[in-house]
């Protein structure tokens, strides 16, 4: 076989996949370009006006700033270049290639609406240089859209999706990629240090500390400080976290012991891959995707759950406009009770295990996954509160934050998504603090207010005059959420 490559120079652009290993587009590149070179571009007026926060900002650019020094290893360039937003990256794109001489650009398809359609004006713009563009498929398993039911329409509801995935791609592997091969350093010093592009965007080769208005520099608003970015703290995470596979259906649910993965600030980042997750649940299931062990089951229905909201957002992309997936839901009754939304996003509701939960959002960027679930349930059935309002919070907050997750958990839990239970699911706060932290030990973590109270008090506290009162009844707004909705079909 020819060693030959396609391309004498080509480029990789990169987004949310920032690590060296099972990276699909650097893979390909890699294989196809004699000379090497990568560009990241951040565009924070975009990033901003889809919610991004601070927290998730910083990730990307400190793990930015871990993949460069992993190319470097390598001989393979990584520029970067800040922009305002999306609709700038076309032109700017087409005036890299040209200067710095490239013959082919490869990226990681993404899959919400703008990034579609960046990415069209993208190929566009090359087209007339004759400059080949190569999206792959690398944030999810299998390209978001191919899987259909018989009536060719994307699947509504998870079941049936998870039942088709299996049977009609369960037997494949998976496998990661390698990593890109070291170049000659000769072949690093074909590219230049520096390049000035139009309107003052300069190509540089040194990773800000922070773009646009965003506070993520240290000593800066961002908290995710303390999580180690990067693809070499996310491969240990995945390390460690194989010892507790077996554990997770058991442990998952409590949010005062360490029983989840805690990988989706990585997986969102892309410093760890789906297929890598993927990979090491199946070798610890004996490649079967449901069955034998519950901990890797369960792990495995998980990574098919955040597939299913990738493929949400293609099939149907009014989810990326601020539209409910159930269009009559436009026509519940929200509150617009700003005071009730603050207590809600400060931790001052009155009801321990939510107050907690928002807690620990608003001091470590991220949230136990049985508590997102609680804490939307409080803002959208008990709150009356509509769910947009909550799902920007968490974009602004979490060091997570994926559009399709986020937007596909929170009308799961307002119910106006695609899950097919029926609108009368409410989580009862109460209940859920005391079945999973029954002994109130989360909670005293993060409300040390109440560290003093027993195990039976701490779940519904007297009054206190260091902790305030239960901002609504549950039981009374329950039957007020449930009458709202149920009058939707009036």
Not at 49 to 72: E, I, P
Not at 236 to 243: I, M, V
Request: glycine share 6%.
């Amino acid at each position: 076989m020819s060693d030959q490559k396609a391309y004498k120079r080509g480029l990789v652009w990169l987004r949310n996949d920032l690590r060296v290993h099972d990276n699909t587009a650097l893979y390909r590149a890699d294989r196809g370009c004699e000379a090497l070179a990568a560009v990241y571009i951040a565009c924070p007026e975009t990033w901003a006006s889809h919610g991004d926060g601070d927290n998730v900002v910083a990730m990307r650019l400190r793990s930015l700033q871990v993949m460069q020094d992993a190319l470097a290893k390598k001989h393979i360039s990584l520029y970067f270049l800040e922009v305002p937003t999306f609709d700038r990256v076309p032109e700017l794109l087409k005036q890299l290639v040209e200067k710095l001489e490239v013959e082919a650009l490869f990226a990681n398809a993404e899959y919400p609406v703008n990034e579609l359609e960046r990415d069209q004006a993208v190929r566009a713009a090359l087209r007339t240089l004759r400059v080949p563009v190569e999206y792959s498929t690398d944030r999810t398993l299998i390209p978001p859209g191919s899987l259909a039911t018989n009536s060719g329409d994307g699947f509504k509801v998870f079941t049936p999706f998870k039942r088709a995935f299996i049977a009609r791609h369960g037997d494949e592997s998976f496998a990661p990629l390698p990593a890109p091969s070291a170049r000659p350093q000769a072949h690093r010093d074909q590219w230049p240090e520096w390049i000035a592009l139009a309107s003052e965007n300069n190509l540089v080769r040194s990773i800000p500390k922070t773009v646009g208005d965003y506070g993520v520099a240290p000593g800066g608003r961002g908290r995710v400080l303390q999580w180690h970015a990067g693809e070499p703290a996310g491969r240990k995470l995945l390390q460690d976290f194989e010892a507790r596979l077996p554990d997770y259906e058991a442990c998952r649910d409590f949010p005062a012991i360490n029983g989840t993965s805690r990988l989706s600030p990585y997986l969102n980042c892309g410093a760890v891959s789906v297929r890598q997750c993927v990979q090491l649940a199946l070798e610890e299931n004996g490649g079967r995707w449901v069955g034998r062990g519950e901990g890797a089951s369960s792990w495995l229905n998980e990574l098919i759950w955040r597939e299913f909201y990738q493929h949400l957002v293609v099939n149907y992309p009014k989810v990326c406009r601020n539209k409910p997936f159930k269009p009559e839901t436009e026509r519940v009754p929200w509150s617009r009770s700003e005071k009730d939304f603050k207590a809600w996003c400060d931790g001052e509701t009155g009801v321990p295990i939510v107050d907690a939960a928002m807690a620990q959002l608003n001091q470590t960027g991220w949230m136990h996954n049985r508590l997102r679930m609680v804490v939307a349930s409080f803002l959208t059935k008990n709150l009356l509160i509509d769910w947009r309002r909550g799902e920007r919070y968490f974009m602004q907050q979490l060091v997570d934050a994926d559009f399709a997750a986020n937007n596909g958990g929170w009308q799961w839990a307002a119910s106006t998504g695609t899950d097919a239970a029926p609108y009368f699911r409410v989580f009862n706060p109460y209940s859920q603090s005391k079945r999973f932290d029954a002994e109130g030990k989360f909670i005293r973590r993060f409300l040390p207010q109440l560290r003093g109270l027993s195990a039976k008090d701490i779940h519904c506290p007297p009054p206190l005059e260091s902790y305030p009162l239960p901002i609504c009844n549950v039981t009374e707004s329950r039957k007020r959420a449930i009458e709202a909705f149920a009058n939707l079909k009036l």
